[in-house]
C-alpha cells in the first residue's frame, strides 16, 4: 500500500528554521488535496497548513506568517518551509493527501523539536 514518506525534521532553536519534505512511496492517481498537520505530546493532531492541487493554501491562525506550504504536481511532493520557529512548534509533524476518490493517505510523521 502507498504511504507517504516525510522527512526534513530535527531540533533547532528558536528563531530557527526547517523545510519538511513529503513524496509517495509509490504511484496515486491524481492527488487533489494535501496538506501538514501537528500533534505535540497531550494534545489533539491539528491542521497546520493545506493547498489544493490548483494551489489555494490555509494556514493555522499561529503559523500565518512564519509557515509556507508548496507542492511540486508533477512529483506529487509536498513541502512545508518553516521559519522563525518557535518552542511550541514542537510535534511530530505528518503528511496528509486526498486523492479525487477520496483516498486518504498518511504519513508516519517527523519529529521537529525547537528549543528556548
Known amino acids: 500500500q502507498v504511504q507517504l514518506v516525510e522527512s526534513g525534521g530535527g531540533l533547532v532553536q528558536a528563531g530557527g528554521s526547517l523545510r519538511l519534505s513529503c513524496a509517495p512511496s509509490?504511484?496515486?492517481?491524481?492527488?487533489?488535496?494535501m496538506g501538514w498537520y501537528r500533534q505535540a505530546p497531550g494534545n489533539q493532531r491539528e491542521r497546520v497548513a493545506t493547498?489544493?492541487?490548483?494551489?489555494?493554501?490555509n494556514y493555522a491562525e499561529s503559523v500565518k506568517g512564519r509557515f509556507t506550504i508548496s507542492r511540486d504536481n508533477v512529483k506529487d511532493t509536498l513541502y512545508l518551509q518553516m521559519n522563525s520557529l518557535k518552542p511550541e512548534d514542537t510535534a511530530v509533524y505528518y503528511c496528509?493527501?486526498?486523492?479525487?476518490?477520496?483516498?486518504?493517505?498518511w504519513g508516519q510523521g517527523t519529529q521537529v523539536t525547537v528549543s528556548s
Open positions: 509509490g504511484s496515486i492517481l491524481a492527488i487533489n488535496f
Open positions: 496528509h493527501a486526498l486523492d479525487i476518490n477520496g483516498i486518504k493517505y
Open positions: 493547498i489544493t492541487r490548483g494551489g489555494i493554501t
